[in-house]
């Protein structure tokens, strides 16, 4: 059991380039959610899903996009990478079923937009 | 909206000794969670302790305890016996369950974090 898990670990774009972050959750959840870590601050939403085929935007939803068309994967795209996006990207999973309001980290995925 | 607030950017205890993380969050509604997570150097995210928001008990975890005051909306961690290992970024968070079209979902609102330095 796998948990959740991110791919890739480490990445270098130049400003402009595009890329697609992927999320992987074994543990059968309906949810999943992707956020972004910056020095100083908390993790903040980008993106969620309530389910495959669904999404919806977070609280800075500006400059990426999402799909979840299988149950167990969601992917994070950047169209057009911009210096600003550099950080740390988590994304996370959780329920229904036991403790199913507590959500459940990949390992996160650092990006540097040169 | 709800915020989360962290007022101790940094703590520091000794080993065996006994630390409290505060945290106070603000919000209109009566029924939701709060969690603890740990963020080793490692970066992953790992939960210490969740309550729910009409549990009176507060919640315990080993050497991990809360003190849940949801008049005065605080949510304190207590870490007894501390250890080397638990030297941490440690973050509060919030969550409501919303329901939307039959359907819920949860958005985690954390706060700025409190990075924990045990001394040997």
């Known amino acids: 059991n796998a948990g959740v898990t991110q791919t890739p670990k480490f990445r270098v774009l130049k400003t402009g380039q595009s890329m697609t972050l992927l999320c992987a959750q074994d543990m059968n959840h309906e949810y999943m959610y992707w956020y972004r870590q910056d020095p100083g601050m908390g993790l903040r939403l980008i993106h969620y899903?309530?389910?495959?085929?669904?999404?919806a935007k977070g609280e800075v939803p500006d400059g990426y996009n999402v799909s979840r068309l299988k149950k167990q994967n969601f992917l994070l795209g950047l169209e057009s990478a911009a210096p600003s996006q550099t950080s740390v990207y988590f994304c996370a999973s959780r329920g229904p079923g036991l403790r199913q309001e507590t959500q459940y980290f990949g390992p996160g995925t650092r990006l540097l937009v040169l | 909206a709800q915020t989360v607030t962290q007022s101790q950017p940094e703590m520091s205890v000794q080993e065996a000794e006994t630390v409290t993380l505060s945290c106070t969050y603000d919000?209109?509604?009566?029924?939701?969670?709060l969690f603890w997570y740990k963020q080793p150097p490692s970066r992953q995210m790992i939960l210490v302790i969740r309550?729910?928001?009409?549990?009176?008990q507060n919640a315990t975890e080993n050497r991990f305890s809360v003190n849940f005051q949801k008049a005065a909306k605080s949510f304190s961690l207590k870490i007894s016996d501390s250890q080397l290992g638990d030297t941490a970024m440690y973050f509060c968070?919030?969550?409501?369950?919303?329901?939307?079209?039959?359907?819920?979902?949860?958005?985690?609102?954390f706060g700025q974090g409190t990075i924990l330095t045990v001394h040997p």
């Open positions: 899903s309530v389910g495959e085929g669904t999404t």
């Open positions: 919000t209109s509604e009566n029924n939701y969670y």
């Open positions: 968070a919030f969550m409501k369950l919303r329901v939307a079209g039959g359907t819920s979902y949860g958005k985690l609102t």
């Open positions: 309550q729910e928001a009409y549990k009176q």
